[in-house]
């Protein structure tokens, strides 16, 4: 019974408060308007999860801005119809689609080969796919689902990308990684001896665990870049709680509270994206990086993720299991 009250219970209770925190917020604050944003003609930018959703929105909205924008996913009907309806839209930016499963070191491994391939720069990162509260499963590397496709995944293509971060970045025009959190990771745990959570499986623990993860990597990588000297950013963002299909698996009590009010109180994948294009493009984040952002302001992420011990064990651990050199 304690063990079900740990491990299931209290994840699950823990999860739904932040969601009604930020519920409470959003019924008392207007989303985050964008400031008016300079062109970026001639920048790349990579996207992944960019099909649908908030992602979707954050590829139109830089391509708007004239970004060449690549949007990396596992849905290659949708993602070559939302390239060719962002194109269409878009004339001074362009948009392509390209092939990658973030649950597949392998493919994560032939997206970044194939696309340092082209002789291309990039100059913006935005780490957005992802999922919530799917059943316990694991992946063709044996990794729990929400651990690699939300966090492992992302740690694997930052790396495997950073050196044409770099090399594509300039002092006053830094490359800049952008990392989907949420608010959730407040309630995350980070459990270094199971993190593929095999020992006790919640879907509510594992998915705060894998935004906390993506917190605690996005201020370790920041400390590197900064002691390297590198023309590089990286920050985490919070959209908030938004309307789109990461709701999909809440259980069906959740489902059936959430419809009424998420017209009203959600916000709109649109204004979700705000926060992760303000990141990626605005010239207030020029050379600003190690932030946690939320509604526009930068906010105190959860008292675990500057354990800066922490998060050089995370990184090593996450270097060991996807064959990085922990160097």
């Known amino acids: 019974m304690l063990s079900f009250l740990q491990t299931v219970l209290l994840p699950l209770l823990s999860l739904y408060l932040c969601g009604i925190k930020v519920l409470i917020y959003q019924t008392f604050n207007r989303s985050f308007t964008l400031p008016v944003l300079k062109k970026q003609n001639g920048r790349v930018a990579i996207v992944t999860g960019g099909t649908r959703g908030m992602g979707y929105e954050t590829a139109r909205q830089l391509a708007r801005l004239g970004m060449h924008v690549v949007i990396a996913g596992n849905e290659k009907e949708e993602g070559i119809a939302a390239a060719k309806t962002i194109q269409t839209e878009c004339k001074e930016g362009k948009a392509e689609f390209v092939f990658v499963d973030l649950t597949s ?21 935005v780490n957005n796919a992802g999922t919530m509260l799917v059943p316990e499963s694991q992946t063709e590397d044996g990794f729990e689902f929400h651990f690699c496709l939300n966090y492992l995944g992302h740690f694997l293509l930052t790396n495997l990308l950073l050196d044409l971060l770099k090399k594509s970045g300039r002092p006053d025009s830094c490359s800049r990684i952008v990392n989907m959190s949420s608010a959730t990771h407040y309630a995350g745990v980070i459990q270094m001896d199971d993190l593929n959570r095999r020992a006790s499986y919640s879907s509510h623990g594992a998915y705060a665990q894998s935004k906390l993860a993506l917190v605690l990597f996005t201020y370790h990588l920041q400390e590197q870049l900064m002691a390297s000297g590198s023309s590089v950013i990286v920050n985490a963002v919070d959209p908030g709680m938004v309307d789109t299909a990461l709701y999909d698996n809440l259980w069906s009590l959740a489902q059936a509270l959430k419809k009424p009010f998420a017209k009203i109180l959600f916000r709109t994948p649109a204004e979700g994206a705000t926060i992760t294009v303000y990141a990626a493009a605005a010239a207030e984040m020029e050379g600003v990086g190690g932030c946690y952002l939320y509604n526009g302001q930068k906010r105190q992420s959860a008292q675990t993720s500057y354990d800066t011990e922490l998060q050089a064990d995370l990184w090593k651990k996450s270097c060991q299991l996807t064959g990085l050199d922990t160097a």
């Not at 032939?110 to 002789?119: D, I, V």
């Open 105 to 125: 070191l392998k493919s994560v491994r032939q997206f970044a080969e194939t696309f340092k391939g082209r002789g291309l720069p990039l100059h913006v990162l």
